[in-house]
Each structure stands twice: as structure tokens, then as C-alpha cells.
């Protein structure tokens, strides 16, 4: 799925989902990406972008969400597990072969 956020009409970031990831052994869904317009950082807009991606997995009946993050973008990473999602793997990405943490959140009923 993508998903894009406006705020007053004007795009301020987008979202792409992914519901499996290719390994079968994987049960979680994905955050794929999440963009938000490089003016706007620190604003809230990732913050309730991430959240609405949450809340439609947990609509989904989905219990937890997984994401990568390259390892060379710390900024990322405080971001991520700001929002409460934990590294629980490093390893390579699938298309490019970089180097990234894999995180995942438990998604609690709201």
C-alpha cells in the first residue's frame, strides 16, 4: 500500500507498506518507507504518518510491524526506536545488499 500525507493541501510525506515480506518465515507486516519532506522534520509529521500506518495494521488484525534502517543513518534509528520499535537482527537488504538493523514493535490493541 501507499499511503501520502497532506497537511493544508500540500504533501508532507508518503508511507509504502508491504503486508509479507518475502521471507515466508516472516509474519510480520512491513514499513517499506516513510518519507517526510525534509523542511518539515521535527514537526510531528513522521510521528503521525507512523502511527497511521499502525493503526491500519492493527485494523488489518496484524500484531506487530517490522522495518530496516541502513546502518549509516543513525537518525533513522533514534527516530524508529523513539516510536518503540526495538533492533532485533542485522543483516543485508534484499535488492542492494547494504548493511541495516531490522527493528520490530509489538502493536498493542488501541
Keep these: 500500500d501507499v499511503l501520502l500525507a497532506r497537511s493544508f493541501g500540500h504533501l508532507t510525506g508518503i508511507a509504502i507498506t508491504l503486508a509479507h515480506h518475502p521471507d515466508p518465515a516472516d509474519p510480520d507486516p512491513w514499513i517499506g518507507l516513510l518519507l517526510v519532506d525534509a523542511g518539515l522534520h521535527g514537526q510531528g509529521h513522521g510521528r503521525r504518518l507512523a502511527t497511521l500506518v499502525e493503526d491500519r ?33 542485522h543483516r543485508e537488504d534484499l535488492q542492494v545488499k547494504r548493511r541495516c538493523a531490522v527493528l520490530r514493535k509489538e502493536l498493542s490493541a488501541s
Design 57 to 89: 495494521f492493527r485494523a488489518a488484525h496484524r500484531t506487530a510491524a517490522r522495518l530496516a534502517v541502513l546502518d549509516n543513518n543513525p537518525k533513522a534509528l533514534a527516530f524508529w526506536t523513539a516510536l518503540g520499535y526495538e533492533v532485533i537482527d
